[in-house]
């Protein structure tokens, strides 16, 4: 398995901006498939957004699409979210997981590794 820690979180008004931070342990990190999961309190992890082990292709919630952008440096060990014009319904805690999967992307039972997870607020 792959040792995750995400970072970036924050409070942030409405219409603001924040950038996510995943790191990975290890460099077999390159040939999984990353993305981002969100989570409120009583619901079910909600996809966000997926990229593939290239880079080159990404895939996303309709919630967020246009607003946010997933990306990944492999050099690094790293994936990144960038997130812009928040909203209030964004409010979650943010969770980057590692797939050896290519399909069923948003679907939270084919990831094999998770991070801890690190909170976003979004205030009117």
């Known amino acids: 398995q792959v040792q995750l820690a995400e970072s970036g979180g924050g409070l942030v008004q409405a219409g603001g901006s924040l950038r996510l931070t995943c790191a990975a342990s290890?460099?077999?990190?390159?040939?999984?498939?990353m993305a981002w999961f969100r989570q409120t309190p009583g619901l079910e992890r909600e996809f966000v957004a997926a990229v593939s082990w290239s880079g080159v292709s990404t895939y996303y919630a309709d919630s967020v699409r246009g607003r946010f952008t997933i990306s990944r440096d492999n050099a690094k060990n790293m994936v990144y979210m960038q997130m812009n014009n928040l909203k209030p319904e964004d409010t979650a805690v943010y969770y980057c997981a590692a797939t050896a999967g290519v399909a069923g992307l948003s679907n939270p039972d084919e990831y094999h590794s998770w991070g801890q997870g690190t909170q976003v607020t979004v205030s009117l």
């Open positions: 290890v460099p077999t990190f390159s040939r999984d498939a």
